[in-house]
């Protein structure tokens, strides 16, 4: 049995399905959980860390139900959304509470060591009052981990913090997957999952639409239909040229006054590759190349769409 165990999981709010019939088995190293706003990423990691209860369905973290069985937790490490740290006390103290709440034999040790790993040595006796929001994160990760879990659940871990942060967290979230973790962690950035990732599940409106390797997961994102915007000299025979190879499925001019041309691509990286080289071959000077509708939604709405062809 996996780590994490989600069998016919839905949760609803009244009328809003935030899961829906999810099933799905997480085990060593890191998984990234990809999705909108609003997908159903935080009632995930809420379902499994205990603190809501599926309507339907069951989960299993460790082969324990998280909602009924508090020894879940010896073996379960949590980063939430938001602040969680208090400012009047020192790092250590905060993570030295934690450890004793959790029955951590050597809790002075422990508190240390993690402290370390975080890279708060040096300012573990600073009121985090005065922390930076990296710095809290990491206070927050260091009270996840003292107890040394084999299950890490984060919420979104790199929302707010500087690229030299968010590259010392990923390097951190990757060597605790190698060291047989179970790590999920929940992103909206694709780009941010892929590079701590062997896995990634994307979640759409509720529901697992995909999930695979971080390569695969980015093809199928990129390469999807989109329209695209073509601006330029003699850009209509250019549009007449994809359309002639089957790179396009239709070509429209815009409305009066508009000089670009819009073209419907069944996959996008291949429109991509032929733009520029057949631009040449038929003399277009092209000013303009631009996807429309390329927000993340879009990218998300055709998951659904390809999910459905699918039957899933
Ligand atoms: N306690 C609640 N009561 C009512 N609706 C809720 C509750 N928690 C979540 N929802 C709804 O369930 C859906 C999924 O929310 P969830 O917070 O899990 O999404 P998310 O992917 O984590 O998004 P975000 O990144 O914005 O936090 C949303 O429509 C949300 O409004």
Redesign the pocket.
Known sequence: MSAIEFDGVSKW??D????SDVTVSIGAGVTGLL????????????VLAGG?RPSQGTVRVLGHDPHRDPQVHRGLGIVA?GEATWGHATARAQVEFLARQRGVADHRSATRRVLDRVGLTDAADRRVGGFSKGMRQRVKLAQALVHDPQVLLL??PLNGLDPAQRRADVDLLAALGREGRTVLV?S?VLSEVERMAQRVLV?VN?RLVAEGEPAGIRELLVDRPRTVRLEGERVLELAGLLLARGLVDSVRREGAGRPGVLVQAPRAVALAEAVPRLARESGTTLRRVEGIGEDLESVFAHLVRAARGAGR
């Open positions: 709010f009244g809003t399905v935030a899961l999705g909108h706003n609003g997908a159903g990423k935080s009632t995930a990691l809420a809501t959304d919420d979104e929940s909206h979640v509720g």
